[in-house]
């Protein structure tokens, strides 16, 4: 894993509850150091939600598959936020023609999807070489 290697979360068709990144330096003599920066109360509103969260992937809705991500901002059928605290992400088969896929290799469109993605971006380094990522599925 490189230095601008960034979280991702890509999840279909699950419901979670949480999610609590926490980095931790293994440089030499260092101490122990655990922060939250990502945790359930991200799903508690939409306002928090967008806060910590971007909808789709990085570059876009379509990767190299044959998914379309689907969300945005009042665009909820795919990335939804339920009562309880607990983001749902929703994958299905589409019948009709969508065309392809703006990524290579270019593969027919059959199904929509949710995907998320934290806006905090986790660089691992020689100073920060560890993060553990953990969640409630």
Not at 8 to 13: A, E, M, R
Not at 25 to 54: Q, V
Not at 103 to 124: E, N
């Amino acid at each position: 894993m490189n230095a601008s290697d960034m979280l991702l979360v890509l999840l279909s068709g699950f419901l979670f509850s949480g999610i609590a990144i926490t980095g931790k330096p293994g440089a030499g003599d260092k101490p122990i150091y655990r922060e939250t920066l990502i945790d359930s109360s991200s799903f508690a509103s939409y306002a928090a939600f967008e806060a910590k969260w971007n909808y789709l992937y990085p570059w876009g809705s379509d990767h190299n598959g044959s998914a379309r991500m689907i969300g945005g901002p009042g665009k909820h059928s795919h990335i939804a936020l339920m009562d309880s605290g607990v983001l749902h992400l929703k994958a299905e088969y589409i019948q009709h023609d969508e065309g392809r896929s703006n990524k290579d290799p270019f593969l027919p469109i059959k199904y929509h999807s949710g995907a998320i993605h934290a806006k905090h971006q986790v660089t691992v380094s020689d100073e920060w070489p560890m993060y553990e990522v953990s969640g409630y599925f």
